[in-house]
């Protein structure tokens, strides 16, 4: 009787303490109303400036190729911003532009505001021709409105505007707009080696990332600022088994593709990438939790005691979130014999891997080059970028980002998260500690997954919105 009772008092104490923790968790449910446009003359001017940008076809150059679209984008971005030209410094670098600003006090940290001018090709049957800038049912279509011009575009109209009126920054203030950062080009290791030439150190980097989406999780209300901490890194590997090859009608056992195929099946079924809750996807959940029911609060207030079920519980539930946890790799390509009647040689498979911190690019190739020498497969790194590193949290720039979305979105909740995507801003963390990867734009589920897609659009309001959140963020940096 005595141990039924000291069970009965561990489990009362257990209860009460996952209680505790729920309820100091907190309960927020965003709720505040979005504030107020500017006069709508000024709402049609940003769109009118978004549909012009669009209409530069500024499809990636590829090296050695024609750059003459991306400079037709230079001089159109001339006549939109004017001030911007005529009072700025500006640097064309190889196509890639970056523009400098002079604060009123050179000894404090610069900021810099960075988005991408290329765009991806865009095929297929769109509702509006993808080049267009058609500005239609309140939105603005076409390629680049959300993938990266709509951002661009509120940067430029902020600064146009805070310039209009002699405003003077507390500190200087950079704009850079890589060339071809769609493939990974050479727009911001230029830009970045421009700036270490200078001396320049950045306090805050803003770029591409997370954006102002739908409630993220089960149970969640409002929408969600997501503040991109970090981002993944990424290879491309080529796994090849061989044989002496054969003749179709005698076929021997592990034959090359029969490897290849037990390889796969052995990653897909053994998950040999280890799962675990870095900082900023414990930060992620505990900005998230106090937004929850009670019993998802429950949970995620108490990560100490549910940890090993959410770890299997999680990836099962949502894709993306089973890719924050761990390092990923998912085969994309395959090659055999030329003939249907013949074994081949060598076949192959590539995979695309997508490293996790906690599991960096040395640990993941390791163990992809070990689960292939078990079924007598080499693999060969074709490509590899390690994955980032992590924004300074304490930084007081980080926090003056915060603020910022509070006062632009407050109906809004924020909370950090893992960019599973690659782009520029991972460059310019040798030169700053506090990196961010955060496009201020109000998108539904259908624009988000426009990006790369069919009938990429970002509504006008958005837009409008995005504006409004450059211009705090200078205005109130100090």
Not at 336 to 353: K, M
């Amino acid at each position: 009787m005595l141990a039924l009772y000291i069970l009965l008092a561990l489990l009362l104490l257990l209860v009460l303490v996952l209680v505790v923790n729920t309820l100091r968790c907190g309960t927020k449910t965003g709720g505040g109303q979005p504030g107020a446009l500017p006069p709508r003359e000024k709402v049609d001017h940003y769109a009118d400036t978004l549909s012009q940008m669009i209409a530069c076809n500024t499809v990636t150059v590829q090296p050695g190729g024609d750059m003459s679209p991306i400079y037709a984008m230079h001089q159109k971005l001339e006549e939109l911003f004017p001030l911007i030209h005529q009072k700025l410094e500006k640097h064309d670098i190889d196509g890639a532009l970056l523009f400098k600003w002079a604060g009123k006090d050179p000894s404090r940290p610069p900021i810099l505001l960075m988005s991408h001018m290329d765009v991806v090709p865009a095929t297929g049957d769109w509702k509006y021709p993808p080049f267009a800038g058609t500005i239609a049912e309140g939105k603005i279509w076409g390629r680049g409105a959300v993938d990266t011009k709509g951002s661009l575009c509120g940067i430029l109209n902020a600064v146009e505007e805070l310039l209009g009126e002699d405003f003077a920054p507390a500190g200087d203030v950079y704009i850079a707009s890589s060339c071809n950062e769609e493939i990974s080009g050479y727009g911001a290791p230029k830009t970045v080696a421009y700036l270490k030439e200078q001396g320049v150190h950045l306090g805050l980097v803003m770029d591409e990332g997370g954006a102002v989406v739908d409630p993220p999780l089960p149970g969640i209300q409002n929408k969600f600022c997501m503040l991109g901490l970090m981002e993944k890194g990424m290879a491309n590997l080529r796994f090849t088994a061989r044989s002496h090859g054969g003749h179709a009608s005698t076929p021997p056992k592990n034959t090359p593709l029969a490897r290849l195929a037990a390889m796969v099946d052995y990653v897909e079924k053994k998950e040999p990438f280890t799962k675990r809750f870095t900082p900023p996807v414990e930060g992620m959940f505990r900005e998230m939790a106090p937004y929850m029911p009670f019993g998802y609060k429950l949970i995620f207030a108490n990560l100490w005691l549910f940890r090993p079920l959410l770890l299997k519980i999680l990836p099962r539930a949502s894709a993306q979130a089973g890719a924050m946890l761990q390092t990923t790799c998912a085969f994309t390509m395959a090659s055999g014999s030329d003939a249907p009647n013949v074994i081949p040689e060598t076949a192959g498979i590539t995979a695309n891997l997508r490293y996790m911190s906690h599991e960096p690019e040395a640990l993941a190739i390791k163990k992809a080059r070990d689960f292939a020498a078990k079924f007598d497969c080499e693999a060969e790194v074709l490509t590899s970028s390690d994955c980032s590193g992590t924004a300074d949290i304490n930084s007081p720039y980080y926090a003056h980002v915060c603020d910022t979305l509070h006062t632009v979105f407050p109906e809004a909740g924020g909370a950090p998260y893992v960019m599973l995507q690659g782009s520029d801003s991972r460059h310019y963390e040798a030169i700053c500690d506090c990196v961010l990867r955060f496009a201020p734009l109000d998108i539904s589920k259908q624009q988000l997954g426009s990006i790369h897609g069919l009938d990429e659009n970002l509504d006008v309001e958005a837009l409008a919105r995005a504006v409004a959140f450059y211009r705090t963020l200078i205005e109130t940096c100090r």
